[in-house]
Every structure is written in C-alpha cells, then in structure tokens.
Antibody, heavy 125, light 110 residues
Framework: QVQLQESGPGLVKPSQTLSLTCTVS??????????WSWIRQPPGKGLEWIAY???????YYTPSLKSRVTISIDTSKNQLSLELSSVTAADTAVYYC?????????????????WGTGTTVTVSS | QSALTQPASVSGSPGQSITISCTGA?????????VSWYQQHPGKAPKLMIY???KRPSGVSNRFSGSKSGDTASLTISGLQAEDEADYYC??????????FGGGTKLTVL
C-alpha cells in the first residue's frame, strides 16, 4: 500500500524559497503508471493544484505559479520535491503531495488516488 | 486560472439525498469526461470518492454517485449519514494539461 509523507520547514520568511519533500513508501516513484503532484490549501480555503511530474521528466504547472515553482523527482530516494520562490503571506498553506492516476478510458492523468497527510507552511518574518 | 464553481454549502437530514453541482467550461468539464470528487474532513487530507465522472474507487460506499451534463458535473449522496458531513471538492482535467479544483462545498447533516 503506497503511502506519502511530506516534510519541510514549517516557517519560511517572506521573499525566501520554500522547499518541501514528499517521501513515497510502499511503492516506486518510477512507476510509469502514475504522475506525482503537489496541491496546497490556504487556511480556511479550498484546494489549489500546483504541479505534477512523471519520473520520465514530464512536468506541468498551474499557470498562476509557473514562474515561481519547480517540481522534481529523485528516483534514488523515492522522493518528490517542490520549490516555491519569492514567497509571500499568500503562500501560507497546508501543502499536500499526491499520486496522480490515469483515466480508465483515456490517456490522461488527472485524479489523485493517494494523498499524503499534509505539511503546514507559514510565511512570516 | 478560474476554479470550477460549486455551491458554498448544502445540507440534508439523515437518510435523505443531496446533490452537489460543479460547473466548469468547454475547456474542462464540458469537453472531457475527466471529473473527480474528493471528501475532506476537518484537519484531514482529501479522499478520492469518484473519478472518471461516475466511477467509485474500491472501498467507497455505493451511496456516492457521480454524473455529468454539459458543463456541469454532480455528486449525489444518498441515504445521508452523520459521517458524510465534510467538505467536498470537484476537480477536472483542463486543456493544456492542467488540473483545476472547485471552490469546495460544505455538507451539513442536520
């Protein structure tokens, strides 16, 4: 049973870079059957998709964050990473990593079938 | 990019049925049968309830069902139970290989 666990600093100063890691256990991040994604949720607000990546290197980003976000995979460590630069208070959120599965009848990866528990990041001086 | 549109809240009594709508556009819900729904209890991670508009993952109660008409997808919960009280989010594949969520709907079981 695949499990995901996010980790990273709980507090980041404004204008700095937020760096998070998601460790995958119980399965391989090299599985060609899945993409891997980051999603965030500001306090009291809804979910926002950030980006996703395939171990082969294909990456896709939400347009509003694309200029500040980098998603990457370390297959040797079975980890997914997120970097978000020039953070502001608006980036304060719970950050989730998730596994992204493919539709049964189409070659599109889009639904998150396994989620991590989330890690809270606060941007404050 | 704009989120999918969901009602902020819905409510129902135990045993009743409720439906949550999720309105998108011709670039997402209207053109692809790639809609998923998630349940989120307070302080918990989201849980997949429906994918591919109407399919249920193993272990999800058959009280949960999904459908779509035009640009609007719907989640129906029948035989409401107290444990169904949670926030529900729809999500869809959007052109240019991006994903989008709805704003979320708070379900209250009266």
């Amino acid at each position: 049973q695949v499990q995901l666990q996010e980790s990273g600093p709980g507090l980041v100063k404004p204008s700095q870079t937020l760096s998070l890691t998601c460790t995958v256990s119980g399965g391989s991040i090299r599985s060609g059957d899945y993409f891997w994604s980051w999603i965030r949720q500001p306090p009291g607000k809804g979910l926002e998709w950030i980006a996703y990546i395939h171990y082969s290197g294909s990456t896709y980003y939400t347009p509003s964050l694309k200029s500040r976000v980098t998603i990457s995979i370390d297959t040797s460590k079975n980890q997914l990473s997120l970097e978000l630069s020039s953070v502001t208070a608006a980036d304060t959120a719970v950050y989730y990593c998730a596994r992204v599965a493919k539709a049964e009848d189409y070659f599109y990866y889009y639904f998150m079938d396994v989620w991590g528990t989330g890690t809270t990041v606060t941007v404050s001086s | 990019q704009s989120a999918l549109t969901q009602p902020a809240s819905v409510s129902g009594s135990p045993g009743q049925s409720i439906t949550i709508s999720c309105t998108g556009a011709s670039s997402d819900v209207g053109v692809y049968n790639l809609v998923s729904w998630y349940q989120q209890h307070p302080g918990k991670a989201p849980k997949l309830m429906i994918y591919d508009v109407s399919k249920r993952p193993s272990g999800v109660s058959n009280r949960f069902s999904g459908s779509k008409s035009g640009d609007t997808a719907s989640l129906t919960i029948s035989g409401l139970q107290a444990e169904d009280e949670a926030d529900y989010y729809c999500s869809a594949y959007r052109s240019s290989t991006t994903l989008v969520f709805g704003g979320g709907t708070k379900l209250t079981v009266l």
